[in-house]
């Protein structure tokens, strides 16, 4: 949720009957955890995991609210615009970053993995993700006007998911498929 009064943001949760019962938004010290949070996911772990496009980061908190940690980039330092995220079935963290327009893979702590998806004249701009946990694959939505293409590419095998362990592949190893969106 997004105040534009105040220009901050928060995550509220609520049960089934629709009572609020967590609100996260302020950092362990007290400062705001939120300006523009646009995407949210939960991972297996519990955390929370939001895309805040204004902090340049992706904001991780565990189950209780506390700050886990801030994700804006791989250690290259370049400055991560991040749009989409979700998880997968090893808790990777999956993000948009729409400045290099790729999908990067970062593990549950927030370590930089790889990038799953490169700038590519297929997929133009990669903006929304959903990852499927029968199947193993991962849709990517393209965020461009002129591009509206969803993408389907399986990075994980049924055997990584079941000895939750990954051994990243070549690109050609991986299975895609695109379909218009329109």
């Given amino acids: 949720m997004y105040n534009i009064d105040t220009k901050t943001g928060k995550v509220t949760r609520y049960n089934q009957s629709g ?19 646009i995407y949210i ?20 908190t565990e189950r ?5 940690f801030s994700y804006t980039g791989p250690p290259s330092g370049s400055r ?6 979700c998880t997968d079935a090893l808790s990777h963290i999956l993000v948009c970053d729409d400045k290099t327009k790729t999908v990067q893979m970062i593990n ?3 370590r930089f993995l790889s990038h799953l998806l490169t700038k590519s004249q297929e997929m133009g701009k990669p903006w929304s993700l959903s990852y499927d946990v029968n199947t193993h694959r991962l849709w990517v939505g393209s965020g461009s006007w002129d591009n509206k293409k969803v993408c389907v590419y399986r990075y994980i095998t049924r055997q990584d998911a079941l000895t939750d362990e990954h051994t990243p ?14």
Avoid: F, W
Wanted: net charge negative; proline share 4%; glycine share 10%.
């Fill in 108 to 110: 549950k702590d927030g």
């Fill in 19 to 37: 009572q609020l019962t967590q609100t996260i938004q302020y950092h362990n010290t007290g400062r705001g955890l939120y300006r523009l949070p």
């Fill in 80 to 85: 991560l615009v991040p749009c989409g995220i």
């Fill in 64 to 68: 209780g609210g506390r700050h886990r």
């Fill in 41 to 60: 996911t939960e991972n297996n772990n519990g955390d929370v995991v939001v895309s805040d496009s204004m902090s340049d980061a992706v904001v991780v």
């Fill in 169 to 182: 592949r070549p690109d050609e190893d991986a299975m895609s498929s695109s379909t218009s969106a329109v």
